[in-house]
């Protein structure tokens, strides 16, 4: 059984990540074992028991407003080592990644809206322990991945390449980590350069299209859990990838069968393409 600390877990993927944890698998066998929680400290979800705020009934596990009390009091640094899974915001993830380090904590980490210099700072600090980070830990997104990047390199650049990403009103980041992902994986696919050939803004008399960009359009609105897609356009054809999210769910499995692969790895960075074996 695998012990595990969910940060943010009064968040709409905290406590999906707790209720997930929670259903036994196949032949009643349960892989978790939730040993610690946490929230900010201004949250009023402090104090209160993970699973009650999660609406699956109580864990036994009280919510704390720092995950560096939670390791001492579990005692982090030994044999059994929680799994820490952080989906929070870029500067808490940050604080979280220094202190998972100082205790020796596998994460795995899904917050989106991380710069290069938050990712650096992860980069840097993965010498001591191992971290699953990808902005998107669904089984079909990470599929997608592969997808957009071996149908780039069949059609060429005879096509001309747009993403278009769909999510909640409430989602604070814009365009998703999932669309700067796949754009940064077209990039790589097509020889062009992420950012400076993404075209994120259109609007006026702009031109005609540049070769080499790769658009980028985003939708904010309602409870849209999130939706990717991948326009291919050619002359006299156009194809199309895409992957749409109708639960949290899918996030919060993925992230826990993370939890399961980097308990015991060796100190590095990984993303969900290793997991999956992609």
């Known amino acids: 059984m695998i012990p595990i600390i969910v940060t943010g877990a009064a968040g709409r993927m905290g406590k999906t990540i707790l209720a997930q944890a929670s259903l036994a698998p196949a032949a009643g066998k349960k892989e978790f ?17 993970a699973g009650l705020i999660a609406g699956i009934g109580s864990l036994g596990v009280a919510i704390a407003s720092s995950l560096e009390e939670v390791c001492k009091a579990k005692g982090a640094g ?33 917050t989106t809206g991380l710069s290069a210099d938050h990712q650096t700072v992860i980069r840097n600090t993965v010498r001591k322990i191992p971290v699953v980070l990808s902005p998107n830990m669904s089984v079909g997104v990470n599929t997608l991945f592969k997808l957009v990047a071996d149908a780039a390199k069949v059609l060429g650049n005879g096509y001309d390449l747009e993403i278009l990403e769909a999510h909640h009103r409430l989602k604070k980041d814009a365009p998703s980590g999932t669309a700067v992902r796949i754009a940064e994986i077209l990039a790589e ?17 702009i031109g005609e299209r540049q070769p080499r960009e790769i658009g980028m359009q985003v939708i904010r609105g ?39 692969w980097v308990s015991g790895r060796k100190p590095g960075l990984y993303d969900m393409g290793d997991v999956l074996g992609l």
């Open 33 to 49: 074992k939730l040993v610690g929680a946490t929230e900010h400290s201004g949250s009023k979800a402090v104090g209160e028991d």
């Open 78 to 110: 030994g044999k059994d080592r929680p799994v820490i899974i952080d989906f929070s915001e870029a500067t808490a993830t940050l604080d979280n990644v220094k202190t998972g380090a100082a205790y020796g904590c596998p994460m795995v980490i899904g």
């Open 189 to 205: 696919a097509t020889g062009r350069r992420y950012p400076q050939d993404i075209n994120f803004h259109r609007q006026g008399v």
């Open 222 to 260: 309602g409870d849209i859990v999130g939706e990717h897609t991948v326009f291919y356009c050619g002359i006299g054809e156009r194809l199309e990838i895409r992957h749409t999210a109708t639960s949290r769910a899918t996030f919060a499995d993925g992230a826990l069968r993370a939890a399961l």
